[in-house]
């Protein structure tokens, strides 16, 4: 079992950045894979990125791909989202999320844990 609880959301100018934080507890999520996903209200959940249970591979959705960067620090039990270069449309409910797969997933079917979410508000 894992449970995930996020941090670090809130408001931001446009252009801004924020970090948000993901504090896992359980024994297995030095071997888990972790991603991160918004969701706007009526909308699907989107993928915005993931990092491997090593961190050695990283994955990112085409809209944040060199604003956003995924890291985790296996020994504080903790996957970061550092955003940059923050826009409006960036603004939604951030999930963090881990798998029991192998394999890192980009599809939020396929993550098996889910914490509560924050809010990341992006003002024009």
């Known amino acids: 079992q894992v449970q995930l609880v996020e941090s670090g959301g809130g408001l931001v100018q446009a252009g801004g950045s924020l970090r948000l934080s993901c504090a896992a507890s359980?024994?297995?999520?030095?071997?888990?894979?972790m991603g991160w996903f918004r969701q706007a209200p009526g909308k699907e959940r989107e993928f915005v990125a993931a990092?491997?249970?090593?961190?050695?591979?990283?994955y990112y959705a085409d809209s944040v791909k060199g604003r956003f960067t995924i890291s985790r620090d296996n020994a504080k039990n903790t996957v970061y989202l550092q955003m940059s270069s923050l826009k409006p449309e960036d603004t939604d409910v951030y999930y963090c999320?881990?798998?029991?797969?192998?394999?890192?997933?980009?599809?939020?079917?396929?993550?098996?844990?889910w914490g509560q979410g924050t809010q990341v508000t992006v003002s024009s």
């Open positions: 999320a881990a798998t029991k797969r192998t394999y890192t997933p980009r599809v939020a079917s396929q993550y098996d844990y």
């Open positions: 359980g024994r297995t999520f030095s071997s888990a894979g």
């Open positions: 990092i491997s249970w090593s961190g050695t591979n990283t």
